[in-house]
């Protein structure tokens, strides 16, 4: 089945800083990545995601890129806020509505 | 629309008690799932649904049971709950073929479960 492998675990910057979280995965068939925004004691939220037939996509401060041919995908975070702290979820699936592997998760702490 | 509802939020079993968490949704959509988060950690699928009267396996699916009669609704039923059950369950739902993004999961707000 699907791995998907995320890093790092914790990430802390200073605001205003750019901040960037990377995943890989296992499955070449994968073709859909949504990267979820959870908070504490929230539920996972989606921010932005990505399919296969694309490189890159930008939503205001927030974007993701992927390189199938390595299987890895990035999201970015630019100009960050203390708001923008929070655990933040890659994932990986084969299609559209299938089931979603996810990443272990990173804790992105944004300082003052 | 209320989206994505469970309950009960929160949850003390005692090992060996039964329990079933409901998860129903108002959005008309055909994929449902069950997935748990174990402190500081990803999460999990359990079973999914692509339709009423369908379901299937997740990662893992041990000590648990889930059914699909209607569109709206996926419980999970939990049989002789153990302590290794204790985690945020989490349901979703995705796929509405009358509009909106065909590929977000949409999560309810949880349930925590802890089994002494």
Same mark, same amino acid.
């Given at each position: 089945?699907?791995?998907?492998?995320?890093?790092?675990?914790?990430?802390?910057?200073?605001?205003?800083?750019?901040?960037? !979280?990377?995943?890989?995965?296992?499955?070449?068939?994968?073709?859909?990545?949504?990267?979820?925004?959870?908070?504490?004691?929230?539920?996972?939220?989606?921010?932005?995601?990505?399919?296969?037939?694309?490189?890159?996509?930008?939503?205001?401060? !927030?974007?993701?890129?992927?390189?199938?041919?390595?299987? %890895? @995908?990035?999201?970015?975070?630019?100009?960050?806020?203390?708001?923008?702290?929070?655990?933040?979820?890659?994932?990986?699936?084969?299609?559209?509505?299938?089931?979603?592997?996810?990443?272990?998760?990173?804790?992105?702490?944004?300082?003052? | 629309?209320?989206?994505?509802?469970?309950?009960?939020?929160?949850?003390?079993?005692? !090992?060996?008690?039964?329990?079933?968490?409901?998860?129903?949704?108002?959005?008309? %959509?055909?994929?449902?799932?069950?997935?748990?988060?174990?402190?500081?950690?990803?999460?999990?699928? !359990?079973?999914?649904?692509?339709?009423?009267?369908?379901?299937?396996?997740?990662?893992?699916?041990?000590?648990?049971?889930?059914?699909?009669?209607?569109?709206?609704? @996926?419980?999970?039923?939990?049989?002789?709950?153990?302590?290794?059950?204790?985690?945020?369950?989490?349901?979703?739902?995705?796929?509405?073929?009358?509009?909106?993004?065909?590929?977000?999961?949409?999560?309810?707000?949880?349930?925590?479960?802890?089994?002494?």
């Amino acid at each position: 089945g699907e791995n998907v492998e995320q890093h790092p675990s914790t990430l802390s910057v200073q605001e205003g800083d750019s901040a960037v !979280i990377k995943c890989t995965y296992s499955d070449s068939a994968s073709n859909y990545f949504p990267w979820y925004k959870q908070e504490l004691g929230k539920r996972p939220q989606l921010i932005i995601d990505i399919r296969s037939n694309v490189g890159e996509k930008k939503d205001q401060r !927030i974007a993701v890129t992927l390189n199938k041919t390595a299987k %890895h @995908f990035s999201l970015h975070i630019t100009e960050t806020q203390p708001e923008d702290s929070a655990v933040y979820f890659c994932a990986a699936s084969r299609s559209t509505a299938s089931k979603l592997t996810f990443g272990t998760g990173t804790r992105l702490q944004v300082t003052l | 629309n209320a989206g994505v509802t469970q309950t009960p939020k929160f949850r003390i079993l005692k !090992i060996g008690q039964s329990m079933t968490l409901q998860c129903t949704q108002d959005m008309n %959509h055909n994929y449902m799932y069950w997935y748990r988060q174990d402190p500081g950690m990803g999460l999990k699928l !359990i079973y999914y649904s692509v339709g009423a009267g369908i379901t299937d396996k997740g990662e893992v699916p041990n000590g648990y049971n889930v059914s699909r009669s209607t569109t709206e609704d @996926f419980p999970l039923r939990l049989e002789l709950a153990a302590p290794s059950q204790t985690s945020v369950y989490f349901c979703a739902s995705s796929y509405s073929a009358t509009g909106g993004n065909p590929y977000e999961q949409y999560f309810g707000p949880g349930t925590r479960l802890t089994v002494t």
